[in-house]
């Protein structure tokens, strides 16, 4: 409505739902959802029926994405566990954090996986095109056929699992929350959840319920019925007084003070000096990394991986 841009809008996705993106000048568009953000992610605040005054001054391209898929050669891959981290980051940094955290974790676990065998196939995905709104993982579960979709018994999603200020968020399968996407959770989910739970309790680690709303490439397996489970460190919320007192860190700072910005890098350059050396009280950090929080959730993303691979029969029959 009066845009004379390009308007993309990613409806469907659970938790997206009326998400907008702009592409060129969106001058004049009555917005008709809650939120509205430019193609870069930022919140441009508007309610429904507002009516938006920006230019967004850039020109669209057009890019070849791809996922990288690996899967182990022994196992039943009638019921496949899959796990998976996005690989590209937002244009305005590395996202060494969002997602470099959850991919090289993920690496790891599968150049380990050579000396154990599981009793279910292990699939591995780096996908593409997070960012850009579940693009890689939406393609991907696109393409299976009903066969297909049956014989993967899970997926555990890892996007952010080393937050400088970080909490241990534990995506919440049960609900319990109330924070789950719209429609249906798969059964099967809870139990993914309670095995991260026994994974940080063998730890001595505190950990929480975070939000299983679809915000990343987990949202197309649920939408199938895939049960699925995953852990977050958190983003740009802000950690609370408790969970200061739980995990150490900054109360009232965002769990990612460089969440999709430029130094969510190794260096550490760009970064609110005086924040991060508050951070550094009672962390390690290598530039945007928490490297107890990598450590501890690297660990914990083999656990789930090979423990639900044993017996994945907990939670998919
Ligand atoms: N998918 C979000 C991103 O990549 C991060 C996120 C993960 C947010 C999980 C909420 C829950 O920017
Ligand atoms: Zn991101
Ligand atoms: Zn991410
Ligand atoms: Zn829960």
């Not at 018994?153 to 080393?162: K, Q, S």
């Not at 929080?293 to 044993?310: H, P, S």
Request: charged share 15%; with cysteine.
């Amino acid at each position: 409505a009066g845009a004379a841009g390009v308007i993309i809008m990613n409806e469907g996705q659970p938790g997206r739902t009326g998400l907008i993106n702009m592409i060129g000048d969106a001058t004049g568009l009555t917005v008709p959802a809650v939120f509205v953000t430019s193609a870069a992610g930022e919140n441009l605040a508007a309610t429904p029926g507002a009516t938006v005054t920006v230019k967004v001054d850039f020109t669209a391209e057009t890019r070849e994405a791809y996922n990288v898929i690996a899967e182990t050669t022994s196992g039943n891959s009638a019921n496949t566990v899959m796990a998976g981290a996005h690989l590209d980051s937002v244009q305005d940094g590395a996202g060494i954090n969002d997602n470099g955290s959850g991919s090289a974790a993920l690496l790891e676990t599968a150049i380990q996986m050579k000396k154990v065998k599981t009793n279910s196939a292990v699939r591995f995905a780096w996908w593409g095109a997070e960012e850009e709104g579940l693009l890689g993982s939406e393609h991907y579960v696109g393409e299976l056929t009903d066969d297909e979709i049956a014989q993967i018994a899970l997926y555990l999603n890892f996007d952010m699992i080393a937050s400088p200020n970080y909490m241990f968020g534990i995506y919440d399968g049960d609900n319990s929350s109330g924070t789950a996407a719209p429609g249906f959770i798969p059964p099967g989910s809870a139990e993914i959840e309670d095995v991260f739970e026994a994974f940080y309790d063998s730890r001595g680690e505190p950990y929480q319920d975070t939000e299983f709303s679809g915000r990343s490439d987990y949202g197309p397996f649920i939408a199938v019925g895939i049960p699925a489970g995953g852990l977050f460190t958190g983003a740009e919320g802000v950690k609370t007084a408790d969970e200061a007192a739980l995990y150490g860190g900054v109360p009232g700072a965002a769990y990612d003070p460089c969440y999709h910005a430029f130094c969510d890098n190794l260096r550490g350059d760009g970064q609110n000096v005086a924040l991060y050396n508050q951070l550094r009280a009672d962390y390690e950090l290598v530039g945007n990394i928490n490297v107890h929080a990598l450590d501890v959730n690297a660990d914990a993303l083999a656990a789930a991986v090979i423990t639900l691979a044993t017996d994945s029969s907990t939670v998919n029959g």
